[in-house]
């Protein structure tokens, strides 16, 4: 089973290309997705959050807004959510690919938003980056309800440069040039991790699960 890690920086289009992925038959693990649960009604991390940063639970779940206004613009604050999240969503992905690999699934994606600055690429054998332009990313960031230049700054400065990212990568989705042309590069990528499947790569990172 080959694991391959999706990500890229805010507004780059990640989930666009997740959402690609799935229809095209891939099974994929959301990490914001798996964060929404864990802070949801009786999500696991909701007491431990709630302990961190009194208030910020309403109606036995997380207030994204509340606690989104405690972290913001305060690192050591953000820190701790941070550890408090980030073992429960490691254990979430692993269960996943345990699952998978169970299910003898040959190609598997880990969607984590903030994959190097975390680590992610430890539990991955290949990693693919989408990217954009800078001028398109800031366009599709701003239209989003509430979103400000100052938070936008804020959200870019806790995130690895685009740059860095697309060196560190095997892949580099670009979507500057709309969705048909993100979905051939899509397939393209796919098809190159399919031969190396079938040419019997060793050792991948599920043999180690």
């Not at 073992?87 to 938003?113: E, G, H, M, T, W």
């Not at 001028?135 to 509430?146: E, L, N």
């Not at 230049?149 to 959200?155: F, Y």
């Amino acid at each position: 089973m080959t694991i391959l890690g999706l990500t890229g920086s805010v507004g780059m289009g990640k989930t666009t290309a997740g959402k690609m992925l799935k229809r095209l038959g891939l099974p994929l693990h959301d990490l914001d997705a798996a964060v929404h649960r864990l802070m949801g009604l009786r999500g696991r991390a909701v007491a431990k959050i709630e302990a961190a940063f009194p208030g910020v639970v309403v109606d036995g779940a997380v207030d994204r807004g509340k606690l989104g206004a405690r972290v913001f613009g305060d690192p050591p604050a953000l820190r701790h959510l941070e550890s408090i999240l980030h073992p429960l969503v490691r254990r979430s992905s692993l269960q996943f690919l345990r699952c998978q690999a169970r299910r003898r699934s040959p190609i598997v994606v880990l969607d984590i938003p903030l994959l190097f600055e975390t680590g992610g690429q430890d539990m991955c054998d290949r990693v693919a980056v989408v990217s954009a332009p800078r001028f398109i990313q800031t366009a599709r960031v701003m239209a989003r309800p509430g979103m400000t230049a100052e938070r936008l700054a804020e959200i870019r400065a806790q995130q690895m440069p685009d740059r860095e990212k697309c060196r560190r990568a095997d892949f580099v989705i670009r979507t500057g040039l709309g969705k048909a042309d993100t979905l051939r590069q899509l397939r393209a990528m796919l098809a190159s991790l399919r031969q190396r499947t079938c040419d019997n790569e060793p050792a991948t990172t599920s043999q180690r699960l």
